[in-house]
């Protein structure tokens, strides 16, 4: 396996495709899909399951008797998401160093178990709140990571690598439609422990399929050809330019795409809809978003293989603008759901090309065999950022929504700084191209 010392040097070098037979890699990657469907952005759906859990009462305790909701449980419920959604990140650096040291497979293979775990503790919540919090965390911790360990994957088929990506990262944004289709189970009738029993049941098939998978991540011919020529260690990136260009342009980019994911559903009531018409569009957001993963992955593949990385965060820059324009319109127009329904739209298309470009870049640049620790110390930086999400959304309830989304916009369109440097780097440094473009 890939093993990783104290110094930063691996061992062993990471594998080639041509080491594994060609019905065995595709199966491989068959069941990577299946695992990022099942598991890896399930807690990204959130804003699906908020009607549910209101329903059944998650939280309700800090409530008045008799009153259906309040802002007190909407913000324990929307402390949870951020929680997890912090300590994700915050625990990507040490989950990354296992992956360089243990490999895909065990790495996997633990968080899997963790997965299952907290599917089944989540579906004890009705029993107890604090079950909703543990369950929760479990859930959004380990899917992600399973997600971290298929990124190479694409290097089995070199020729077909962008698609291979494309559709494991659709697949991390399909999976938070998880939540949405478990919710309109629950709204028919089946109870909110069976719906995530059941959840639990195929996330634990997910977790027998990861014993397959191999134990060391795969390169590419020209990854392992720019590796003899470009020996770098972790300490190494982390004096870059270009690392801390990318921690602040995933950091600012991650509170931006968290905080609306937390926010969906006040924002709509925010715009003047009452509680049952704004479960209309949060329930199309719901559905959008994983869409999204599917839908825009074939475009994603593309501008990324054949527009190269730099453009890539370009045409992130410029489409989470228009997003924020539109609900700008909305939040002065009112109740006219046309602008909230375009906005989702652009937000479907900008989480996946976030999580495409960001590992991409750091497979690319900084090297397979470092990915781990490379990327997971970006969002590990990234996830400390996040926990802005929690009071943000608070100062956005007593300030209001346009306030904190305009200032959000501006911050996005800052990190255009980090593609532009790309470029840049590209012009002068014609030996550095291949992590920035299509070459």
């Not at 690392?243 to 994911?261: E, K």
């Not at 704004?278 to 074939?298: C, E, H, Q």
């Not at 996005?412 to 780097?425: D, G, H, V």
Request: proline share 5%; with cysteine; aromatic share 12%.
């Amino acid at each position: 396996s890939n093993l990783f010392c104290a110094s930063g040097k691996h061992i062993n070098m990471a594998l080639h495709h041509k080491d594994i037979g060609a019905i065995q890699r595709a199966v491989i990657i068959g069941s990577a899909i299946y695992c990022c469907l099942v598991t890896a952005g399930t807690a990204f759906g959130f804003s699906a399951l908020m009607p549910s859990l209101l329903k059944v009462g998650a939280f309700a305790k800090v409530c008045q008797p008799g009153i259906r909701s309040c802002n007190e449980q909407i913000a324990r419920l929307t402390g949870m998401f951020t929680l997890a959604s912090s300590l994700l990140n915050i625990f990507t650096l040490p989950s990354g160093a296992m992956l360089d040291a243990l490999g895909p497979r065990a790495t996997a293979a633990v968080f899997g178990g963790l997965a299952t775990f907290g599917c089944w503790i989540y579906s004890l919540g009705p029993e107890n709140d604090t079950n909703y919090t543990v369950g929760f965390i479990l859930m959004s911790l380990s899917g992600p990571y399973i997600f971290n360990c298929t990124m190479s994957f694409g290097n089995f088929f070199p020729a077909h690598a962008g698609l291979i990506t494309a559709c494991l990262v659709g697949s991390f944004d399909a999976s938070s439609g998880d939540f949405a289709i478990l919710a309109s189970m629950i709204d028919t009738g089946l109870s909110f422990g069976t719906a995530f029993r059941l959840l639990a049941l195929m996330t634990a098939t997910c977790w027998l399929t990861t014993f397959a998978w191999p134990d060391s991540p795969v390169e590419s011919a020209k990854e392992s050809e720019r590796r003899e020529l470009v020996k770098r260690d972790v300490w190494e990136i982390c004096r870059s330019a270009e690392f801390w260009l990318l921690v602040y342009t995933a950091s600012i980019s991650m509170i931006s795409l968290n905080f609306f994911i937390a926010t969906a559903y006040p924002q709509l009531l925010s715009g003047g809809l009452s509680g049952e018409d704004a479960d209309t569009p949060n329930s199309d957001f719901a559905w959008l978003l994983p869409a999204g993963g599917i839908v825009f992955a074939p475009l994603i593949g593309t501008i990324v293989d054949r527009l190269g990385v730099a453009m890539g965060y370009i045409i992130l820059q410029c489409t989470y603008g228009a997003f924020t324009f539109l609900l700008m319109v909305y939040s002065t127009i009112g109740t006219s759901y046309s602008f909230p329904r375009a906005a989702f739209v652009c937000f479907a298309f900008c989480r996946p090309l976030f999580y495409t470009l960001n590992p991409v870049f750091c497979g690319r640049h900084f090297g397979q065999s470092n990915f781990g620790s490379s990327f997971g110390l970006t969002l590990t930086i990234a996830g400390f950022c996040n926990l802005l999400v929690q009071p943000l959304a608070s100062l956005a309830n007593t300030r209001g929504f346009p306030l904190i989304n305009s200032i959000l916009g501006l911050l996005q369109f800052s990190t255009i700084l980090f593609p532009i440097w790309l470029m840049k780097r590209t012009e002068t440094k014609h030996g550095d191209t291949l992590p920035y473009s299509s070459a």
